[in-house]
Structures are given as C-alpha cells and as structure tokens.
C-alpha cells in the first residue's frame, strides 16, 4: 500500500486494521523484560491475586504499543508527531484484540499539514480497552 | 491519601543508552515484523540512521532505571493498587540506536475522584538525547484504585 498522503486522505477515511493473537502469559513475560516493567501483576499470578487480580493481565504499554504499531503500518514513524492513549479496560488473558483508526481531522499543525485519527483496542467482545488519538504530518 | 506536598516534584533523572539488540527484542515483544525496527539495512533504506526506537519504547527508560517505581514508593504508592490510567507522547525529533537519552519527570497534579476512591498522579517527563537536544515529552497518568 502506498504511503497516504494529504491530498488523497479524506476525513473518515480508515486505517488497515490490526489484529494481535489471543493474549497469553508468554507475551507477557516477553513485554516485562522487553519494556523494563517488571511489575509483578504482569506475570507472577500469586502477586497478581494478591493485588485483588483473577489473573495476570496485560500491560497497558503493550496495548498501547500494538496501536503504535496500527500508526506506523499506515505512515511512517518518522511523520508521527503525537499519540495519546486513554487506558479504558484491562486487557486480560484470552482477549483477542483488534486495533482500528479512523481520520476525523486535516490540519496544519506547527507549519505542517497533519491529520488527527482516533485509534481505538477493543476485544473480541466489542469492549474498549484503549482510546486514544495520534497526529501525523501527511505530505 | 497521596500528599498534595509532592505537585512540582521533580523525580531523578534516568539515562538509558538505546541498544540494538534492546530494539530487536521489544520489536519482537510487541510482534512487529515490519524490518524498519529490526534489519539496520532496512532502516536505512527508509531514512532513519539506525534502527528506529518505536512510538512507545521510551517508557521504558524510567522503569529500566528504577526512576518511575522510586517515584511511586516516594509517594507511598503500593505498586499492588496502581493501574495505568493515560500516556501521552510528544515526539520531536527521532530516537534511533546508538542514542543516549535521559529522562527527567515532575509530578504535575495530583487528585481524587469518587470520594477518595481513586487517586490520581500525573507526571509531564522532558526526554534529551547525548546532543541536549528534547527529542520527545511524555505525560502519564497513574490511577490508585483503594
């Protein structure tokens, strides 16, 4: 797929859809030592009970990071100039999540021309886990 | 209750050297397989001076130093009770292998909703690479759920 540009994005336009495998304890342990977050909820299942927890659950950051990824299979990274993420839910184990994002905005930001997408992480149950929204500067 | 003293403290900065290897293993983590984050020659190719450090890899720099958790026990903030609530970047110039950057944060608000139910830490933390240049400012939000 060719690089979008400004001309040939339109508001409501849709970003190529993203969708993770099934969530288990293995990418977790992964994305604790990957990310340096070690906290224990992540991946030792006594801690996590302790804290109140059924389970392990996922990292926000590692959602956060497959929206990320969302981003920059559709433009570049070097064009990305923000993204902000609103953790709605816990992502647990058996999720299966589906990262979306829609252009709602073409403007011109610091002298370059952007467009504002909201990005979005829901389960395979059409819960939100991550709302969010990125700036991308199109040429 | 989290002591409102602490708005405007300013935590220890943390300094992580972006290592290749480092990169290839969080692309791995978070299943990218586009080679831009894994092959130098492809990043190259698409004009970045080395391997790219993705959107959400700079978060790490503080949990790698022990800075955010130094933070948190600081603010007598039970790791155990702590949920991610929101994380923003701004970016201003790449960060690529081979870069150092330091990251400093300062608590910028702190607040509850709900009756005390949920307490709120906002951090804004400035990140500057070995030229002194600010190459991306990050604001986290870390919800205390009692």
Redesign the interface.
């Known amino acids: 797929m060719p690089a979008p540009t400004f001309d040939s994005i339109s508001i409501g336009d849709s970003l190529p859809q993203l969708t993770l495998p099934t969530v288990n304890r293995t990418m977790l342990a992964l994305f604790a030592g990957a990310s340096g977050d070690h906290n224990p909820a992540h991946i030792d299942l006594d801690e996590a009970r302790a804290a109140g927890m059924p389970d392990v659950f996922a990292h926000g950051m590692l959602g956060m990071a497959w929206l990320g990824r969302l981003l920059t299979n559709w433009a570049p990274q070097a064009q990305l100039r923000k993204f902000d993420a609103r953790f709605a839910g816990i992502i647990h184990l058996g999720n299966q999540i589906l990262c979306t994002g829609k252009v709602v905005e073409k403007l011109e930001h610091n002298g370059e021309r952007c467009v504002r997408v909201e990005i979005s992480s829901m389960n395979q149950f059409g819960q939100l886990k991550i709302a969010g929204t990125a700036l991308v500067a199109l040429s | 209750m989290i002591d409102k003293k602490w708005i405007g403290h300013e935590a220890a900065s943390s300094t992580l050297t972006v290592e290749r290897g480092?990169l290839k293993?969080?692309a791995?983590?978070?299943?990218?397989t586009?080679p831009?984050y894994s092959d130098e020659a492809a990043a190259q190719a698409?004009?970045?001076a080395d391997l790219?450090a993705?959107?959400?890899f700079l978060?790490?720099?503080e949990?790698?130093s022990g800075a955010m958790f130094a933070l948190l026990d600081q603010l007598e903030i039970p790791?155990?009770?702590v949920?991610?609530?929101?994380?923003?970047?701004?970016?201003l110039a790449?960060v690529v292998a081979g870069d150092t950057v330091t990251v400093t944060t300062r608590v910028k608000d702190i607040y509850d909703k709900r009756g005390g139910a949920l307490e709120f830490l906002e951090t804004e933390s400035v990140v500057i690479n070995q030229d002194g240049a600010t190459v991306a400012k990050i604001r986290n939000t870390t919800v205390l759920r009692h």
Request: charged share 25%; glycine share 12%.
């Open positions: 480092r293993f969080f791995k983590a978070i299943g990218e586009n831009v698409a004009g970045y790219p993705p959107p959400t978060f790490a720099a949990l790698d790791l155990s009770k949920l991610h609530g929101e994380e923003g970047f701004e970016y790449p």
